[in-house]
């Protein structure tokens, strides 16, 4: 009978999602490389990955994987604090910190899992967490088990972060106020360099996570390497799972944040480490990053090559959306550049607030600018940006 009242509530969520045009499934896709996939039996052109330097199918990524496989086996075998910091963890974090010019970083399983367990190392009750009011969830998840006072800025506003700063900084104790370096859904930059004096004129501490950055501004060194001089930011999280190609996330901050986290953020202590194979990728896509300044360059310029040809203004990252509104008429976009033979996902809400549903275009260092080209006119055959579409983040 239990298992029978499960599936009841089960099958009514599903049934209001369809209701409102919000369900989701998931479909087998086979990435042949960098840009080309295979689904539902067709050949397309993918411009919705994150993988925007390409290194999923690099072959030094590729083969650094294989070899680790071989001499270290398949799994780590147990949390890093039991047996599973493997000397890779090592080697990786180390070239993180010089990348990012900390003392140290500490390598998480995933972006979701180091936001979620950097926040409550750090903050608990009686304590602040101001987050922009696009972070992503992640950021809400960790500042929610932290059980620390949340308040959100408007996106991108410092003065309004200031503001809150001013009104009721003095009530707490520690405090953490935490953006994006890029927004993922809209691809704009935070202000960072105005952020980050904000903070420190409160004595809070920034976090930034640069998740759609790193890799790709500032010489791949991530967002705030924009800036010139580069702000102060004490806590530098980023993920190893899009620029880089492969899986995880890292914290850069100094030598003492670091090993606190090793000691208290319950995402590491308590899950198994990496797989080796997924280290030492990383390893070899960091490498790859610190010393391809060509290959980092290409995704914005890609991006800045489609918004031209499509009359949008100048991006500032490789991410750029078209907002067309309803659901459906995201989807129906969608489906027509598929029939084109190019793959753009619609993204819905919960991602996105309701009626801002959206394409959302990605641009890799492989893309071609012929193939830009031919995307382009394909969105340009739909009158996207002329029939009442609205163009965030750009």
């Known amino acids: 009978m239990s298992n029978e009242s499960l599936d009841r509530f089960a099958n009514a969520k599903l049934h209001r999602l369809t209701a409102h045009g919000l369900r989701r499934s998931v479909v087998d896709t086979q990435r042949t490389d960098a840009v080309h996939i295979r689904r539902g039996g067709r050949d397309l052109l993918s411009f919705c990955c994150n993988d925007y330097l390409g290194l999923t199918h690099h072959p030094a990524v590729k083969a650094a994987a294989a070899e680790a496989v071989e001499a270290y086996g398949a799994g780590a075998g147990a949390s890093r604090l039991i047996t599973g910091n493997h000397d890779l963890y090592g080697v990786l974090e180390s070239k993180l910190a010089t990348l990012k010019g900390t003392e140290a970083a500490c390598v998480f399983g995933s972006g979701y899992m180091a936001n979620s367990g950097i926040l409550p190392a750090l903050a608990g009750p009686g304590d602040?967490?101001?987050?922009?009011a696009l972070g992503h969830a992640s950021m809400h998840m960790g500042a929610r088990a932290s059980r620390a006072e949340i308040k959100t800025f408007r996106h991108n506003d410092p003065d309004d972060l200031a503001e809150l700063l001013d009104d009721c900084?003095?009530?707490?104790?520690?405090?953490l106020v935490v953006t994006e370096?890029?927004?993922?859904m809209d691809g704009d930059r935070a202000p960072l360099d105005r952020l980050a004096t904000v903070a420190a004129d409160h004595d809070a501490w920034?976090?930034?996570?640069?998740?759609?950055?790193?890799?790709?501004?500032?010489?791949?060194?991530?967002?705030?390497?924009?800036f010139d001089p580069h702000p102060d930011i004490p806590l530098q999280m980023g993920t190893l799972s899009k620029a880089a190609g492969v899986y995880g996330a890292f914290l850069c901050a100094s030598a003492p944040v670091i090993d606190l986290m090793k000691n208290r953020a319950r995402s590491l202590v308590f899950t198994t480490g990496?797989?080796?194979?997924v280290i030492a990728s990383c390893i070899a896509a960091v490498d790859i990053i610190a010393t391809d300044a060509?290959?980092?360059a290409q995704p914005l310029n890609r991006a800045k090559d489609f918004c031209h040809a499509v009359g949008l203004p100048v991006p500032e990252s490789s991410i750029v959306p078209l907002v067309v509104g309803a659901e459906q008429a995201a989807i129906d976009a969608s489906v027509a550049l598929e029939d084109?033979?190019?793959?753009?996902?619609?993204?819905?809400?919960?991602?996105?607030?309701?009626?801002?549903?959206?394409?959302?275009?990605?641009?890799?260092?492989?893309?071609?600018?012929a193939q830009v080209s031919?995307?382009?006119?394909?969105?340009?055959?739909?009158s996207l940006t002329t029939a009442g579409a609205q163009v965030v983040g750009g």
């Open 206 to 226: 920034l976090m930034v996570d640069d998740a759609h950055g790193f890799g790709v501004l500032g010489g791949g060194r991530g967002s705030a390497w924009e």
């Open 374 to 382: 031919a995307l382009a006119a394909a969105v340009n055959a739909l």
């Open 128 to 132: 602040l967490i101001i987050i922009d």
């Open 169 to 175: 900084r003095g009530s707490f104790g520690t405090c």
């Open 181 to 184: 370096g890029v927004f993922s």
């Open 340 to 369: 084109a033979g190019f793959l753009v996902t619609p993204i819905r809400p919960p991602t996105v607030p309701a009626g801002t549903s959206r394409l959302r275009f990605t641009f890799t260092a492989e893309h071609t600018p």
């Open 274 to 277: 990496l797989p080796p194979s």
């Open 294 to 296: 060509d290959r980092v």
